[in-house]
């Protein structure tokens, strides 16, 4: 099964820094690489995603990085707050396919 | 407008009991998709719908695990003589897969405990 490989696990960040996540994948045929929020007891929900046309897109404090050659990926949460705080997954797809990384969470401390 | 939502929100059961979970996708989405969720584990493919198309049952870990899509909206996932390892988090998403690049619409999830 095609894999998605996502650093770190866990994540401690002070209020105001910058959080970085990380993934890499493996297939080339991906076109859509979108990054998942998660809160306790709730679904994952769409957070940024980019096409690989681009190597940066920017929303707010939420910026993708993206490495076509490298075939990698970042998240980059600038001025992390604690509402931040949550588990991230990256995903990578394929027309109806998607398959998401394991997740890092994340914590902002006050 | 309403979202994914999925029912029940919990449920604990026995081992060797059945379990049915519901889904009820966004309006108009006619792409379904079942995730498992272990705990502090990522994401686990388990079945998507696509209209009437025969749906990919690619993920799904055993034949004890089955699915349906009823009139191509609500879907049902059911777990046949559960077992401890099926407790875990399942998912429901729903997508209009109309467009490129669509992204998927989450449910909160149905938090399965079989004891």
């Known amino acids: 099964q095609q894999q998605v490989k996502q650093s770190p696990q866990s994540l401690i960040v002070q209020k105001g820094g910058i959080s970085i996540i990380n993934c890499a994948y493996e297939?080339?045929?991906?076109?859509?690489f979108p990054w998942y929020q998660q809160f306790p007891g709730k679904g994952p929900a769409l957070l940024i995603a980019?096409?690989?046309?681009?190597s940066e897109k920017k929303e707010g404090r939420f910026t993708i990085s993206f490495n076509k050659s490298a075939k990698q990926f970042s998240l980059h949460i600038m001025d992390s707050q604690p509402g931040d705080s949550a588990t991230y997954f990256c995903?990578?797809?394929?027309?109806?396919?998607?398959?998401f990384g394991p997740g890092t969470r994340l914590s902002v401390l006050p | 407008g309403a979202g994914v939502s999925q029912s029940p929100s919990n449920k604990v059961t026995e081992k060797g009991k059945d379990v049915e979970l519901r889904c009820d996708p966004i309006?108009?989405?006619?792409?379904l998709y079942w995730y498992r969720q272990s705990l502090g584990q990522g994401l686990e493919f388990l079945i998507y719908?696509?209209?009437?198309?025969?749906?990919?049952k690619s993920g799904l870990p055993s034949d004890r695990f089955s699915a349906e899509r009823t009139g191509g909206s609500v879907s049902t996932l059911t777990i046949q003589r559960t077992q401890q390892e099926d407790s875990a988090v399942y998912l429901c998403?729903?997508?209009?897969?109309?467009?490129?690049?669509?992204?998927?619409?989450f449910g909160p999830g149905t938090r399965l405990t079989v004891l």
């Open positions: 995903a990578v797809s394929y027309g109806q396919n998607f398959v």
């Open positions: 998403a729903s997508r209009f897969p109309g467009l490129p690049y669509n992204e998927q619409f």
């Open positions: 980019i096409r690989p046309d681009v």
């Open positions: 297939n080339t045929a991906f076109d859509y």
């Open positions: 309006s108009g989405h006619t792409a």
């Open positions: 719908f696509q209209g009437n198309s025969a749906p990919d």
